[in-house]
């Protein structure tokens, strides 16, 4: 309602009244108003005055608290981070697992199929092998039948073309001077480092006899072709023949490996020289296995060691089929060694003189050697030997043939070998036939008559 409405309702006497009301209710409300407001204040003021008092009085606890809380924030959010990168690791690590097993099983499957295709390519090398080998048998076959039959052609018409025909390496060499030369010399040099591996591995393992000998108190007497037990067959005990007699096939079998070995470390040099370890292999098998062999055949030597170890004829003669096999597998296994020696005179090793270096380096001086070592066996009395003794000897000499032929086989078969493109010049060593004679003859002058051992 409007001032001016109240004014003429109210009257002039009411209306100032009214007004003077609604001016004090006005005061009223402005001093109440007035007063809360000092009061909030004050009540403000001492609220802050309050906290900052306690403020001021837990200051370092609150601080500490603060600090703890800090500390327990970082600790919780280092826990969470390691264990987010534990996570990240294991993930990582489950990733790799799941890798390498993805690649197990390609590998599996790979090799599975290797192994298919291998068990394939297999059966088609042993097909081809077997055709091979039976397309070589039959032309093996073919070939024995031509020349027998050209044989029997020879026998029938036999003339003085027949024996040219037979020996025409042989007219070869008798017609042309320069390559008989080179047979002569290439014989000779391997002859002279035949005799002289021998000699060595043979007075090597008698002086080892004769000084353990002296071990038992046996006298002895030191012949060039035997060791002369000059003691009373009651003195002879098992320990004693099993020692004594199987020293010399026992030196001979270390000998020979020792000497193998020599051979494979200087066998693609040219010298001359290492043939002297592949024939002293050679002497070392003989001397082992031939007399095992000729010693359980005649009873001999060797043999006795055996019949002292109480095998019966079945055990001797297994010892005797062993022996056999060995020395021909040995003859197999060194063919390409002897071929390998041919280095010393020529630059390659072909079909074409294969031939050569086979009959003028392995062949001609065994057969030679044998003859040889023989004769030089042949005492000048027979008063401390017997005719059984010095066959036994002849004999185990003869078993290098068990290792030749196969050698001279096996020499056939292998294929062409080149060496180097240096001049080779085929020249005798006389130096090397010079010791062996000297050797041989010192030897049987010194050892002749015989030299005691033990009295």
């Given at each position: 309602m409007k001032d001016s409405m109240k004014r003429k309702l109210l009257g002039k006497t009411l209306y100032p009244i009214y007004r003077r009301m609604r001016f004090l209710s006005y005061k009223r409300k402005q001093l109440a108003k007035a007063k809360k407001l000092s009061i909030s204040s004050e009540k403000k003021t001492k609220q802050a005055e309050s906290l900052e008092r306690k403020k001021q009085k837990r200051s370092f606890g609150y601080r500490i608290y603060r600090a703890y809380r800090i500390l327990k924030y970082l600790s919780k959010r280092r826990k969470v981070v390691r264990k987010q990168q534990r996570e990240r690791i294991k993930a990582k690590q489950e990733e790799k697992k799941q890798e390498k097993l993805e690649i197990k099983i390609r590998l599996k499957e790979k090799s599975a199929q290797d192994q298919i295709l291998d068990k394939e390519r297999l059966k088609d090398e042993k097909h081809e092998k077997i055709e091979t080998k039976l397309e070589?048998?039959?032309?093996?076959?073919?070939?024995?039948?031509?020349?027998?039959?050209?044989?029997k052609h020879d026998i029938k018409t036999f003339d003085r073309n027949t024996l040219k025909r037979w020996f025409s390496w042989i007219v070869y060499l008798a017609e042309n001077k320069n390559e008989r030369n080179n047979f002569m010399v290439i014989s000779i040099n391997s002859l002279t480092l035949f005799l002289l591996s021998y000699a060595?591995?043979?007075?090597?393992?008698?002086?080892?006899?004769?000084?353990?000998?002296?071990?038992?108190?046996?006298?002895t007497i030191f012949y060039y072709y035997k060791i002369y037990y000059n003691i009373e067959?009651?003195?002879?005990?098992?320990?004693?023949?099993?020692?004594?007699f199987s020293i010399m096939p026992i030196t001979g079998l270390i000998l020979g490996t020792i000497f193998i070995i020599i051979y494979s470390t200087f066998k693609n040099e040219a010298g001359s020289f290492k043939l002297f370890f592949l024939w002293g292999f050679v002497h070392g098998m003989v001397m082992f296995f031939g007399s095992l062999l000729m010693g359980t055949l005649l009873n001999k030597d060797f043999g006795w060691v055996i019949a002292y170890l109480y095998y019966r004829d079945t055990g001797k003669m297994i010892f005797s089929i062993i022996s056999i096999f060995a020395l021909i597998s040995i003859g197999g296994f060194i063919a390409k060694s002897f071929i390998i020696s041919g280095n010393?005179?020529?630059?390659?090793?072909?079909?074409?003189?294969?031939?050569?270096?086979?009959y003028s380096q392995v062949l001609v001086p065994a057969i030679l050697g044998i003859i040889l070592l023989a004769l030089f066996k042949i005492p000048n009395d027979f008063y401390n030997i017997t005719m059984d003794e010095l066959f036994y000897e002849i004999m185990k000499l003869s078993t290098?043939?068990?290792l030749i032929i196969p050698l001279v086989i096996s020499i056939n078969t292998i294929n062409e070998i080149y060496f180097d493109e240096e001049p080779r010049k085929i020249s005798l060593k006389w130096k090397y036939l010079l010791i062996t004679v000297i050797i041989f003859t010192a030897f049987r002058f010194i050892f002749g008559s015989g030299i005691p051992f033990g009295e």
């Open positions: 070589r048998k039959q032309l093996r076959k073919e070939k024995r039948k031509e020349r027998f039959n050209a044989f060595t591995i043979y007075i090597i393992s008698q002086f080892i006899t004769v000084w353990i000998s002296l071990s038992f108190d046996y006298k067959s009651s003195q002879w005990s098992a320990d004693s023949v099993k020692i004594l010393t005179y020529l630059n390659y090793v072909d079909k074409g003189n294969r031939k050569f270096i086979m290098i043939i068990l």
